[in-house]
């Protein structure tokens, strides 16, 4: 199966530090259907924090996507979502592309399967802001800090 990654571009920031950021909200595996489906769904509730005053508030389909636009008091601001194919990610599992069937690898001198290399430890959910950022920081109450 396909696996996707659910992505949000947002303005944030104001005045002369405005500027767009993007993060990876979430991964489906499934269609793309079902990416589009749960996208659409972060979309519509969606909150961002500027303007914090919102005068008028606009959700679009923009191509397999969504465009979302406020207008605030002074400026307008945006936030894009998008679905993307997964192909690659250094801090997850390996996702086998054509090349990389797991079925050639080949054996051993013994005729026996090599064993797939060990992984990093399992991110566990962690809560998160609407923005991603963790609440709890991953450096508090670590005993091996000063």
């Given amino acids: 199966m396909t696996t996707w990654g659910l992505v949000v571009e947002t303005t ?9 950021e993007a ?6 595996t499934g269609s793309r259907a079902d990416a589009l489906a749960e996208l659409e769904r972060i979309a519509r ?3 961002p924090e500027h303007p914090r005053s919102p005068k008028r508030r606009r959700l679009l389909r923009d191509g397999d996507g ?3 636009v406020i207008d605030g008091a002074w400026q307008s601001f945006v936030t894009r979502f998008s679905v993307a194919e997964l192909l690659e990610d250094s801090d997850g599992p390996v996702v086998p592309g054509p090349a990389e069937d797991p079925s050639a690898v080949p054996p051993g001198p013994a005729g026996e399967v090599p064993a797939a290399p060990a992984s990093g430890p399992v991110a566990e959910d962690v809560e998160r802001y609407a ?15 000063p």
């Fill in 12 to 20: 944030v920031g104001a005045g002369e530090r405005k500027h767009i």
């Fill in 23 to 28: 993060y990876v909200v979430a991964h489906i």
């Fill in 45 to 47: 509730r969606h909150s």
């Fill in 66 to 68: 969504f465009l979302l």
């Fill in 131 to 145: 923005d991603g950022v963790p609440v709890k920081p991953a450096w508090l109450g670590r005993d091996d800090l």
